[in-house]
């Protein structure tokens, strides 16, 4: 009995991958997020609120942040325009000149980068001002 020739129609390897058990597993996490996600509770954040302090300062002077990025430093006496370098050193001096009961308060505008008045904080703690606070707008 002769050989059968084989004409190339037997079995062939298949080149691709199978997606369905893929498309099933996505599929049932997909219907178990959407499940549980109704069920989580979103995280609370506690934020500071706006108080008094114990001991209220007896003489305050300003840092003014405007929106232009220019620093001021208001005193009961005068107000001056200072850059990043002087503010420090003359919050410094005139908290060394009033006691320690004087506060410096940092007021910014509302547009002005958060960036500046971090810097203004960084300069005012570089010089060793001790007492820093911020302005903020109460009401709502």
Do not use: C, H
């Amino acid at each position: 009995m002769p050989a059968m020739a084989s004409r190339g129609r037997g079995r062939r390897t298949i080149n691709e991958i199978n997606m369905v058990p893929f498309i099933d597993v996505m599929l049932v996490l997909l219907i178990i997020f959407m499940v549980t996600a109704p069920m989580l509770t979103p995280g609370v954040i506690d934020v500071p609120s706006v108080g008094k302090s114990k001991n209220m300062p007896k003489v305050v002077a300003q840092v003014i942040v405007n929106k232009d990025g220019t620093l001021q430093f208001k005193t009961p006496e005068a107000t001056r325009s200072l850059n990043q370098r002087e503010i420090g050193d003359a919050a410094s001096r005139w908290q060394k000149s009033q006691g320690p009961e004087s506060a410096v308060v940092i007021s910014a505008d509302k547009g002005v980068q958060y960036e500046t008045v971090v810097k203004a904080m960084d300069s005012l703690q570089k010089a060793g001002v001790q007492r820093v606070g911020l302005s903020v707008k109460q009401g709502g």
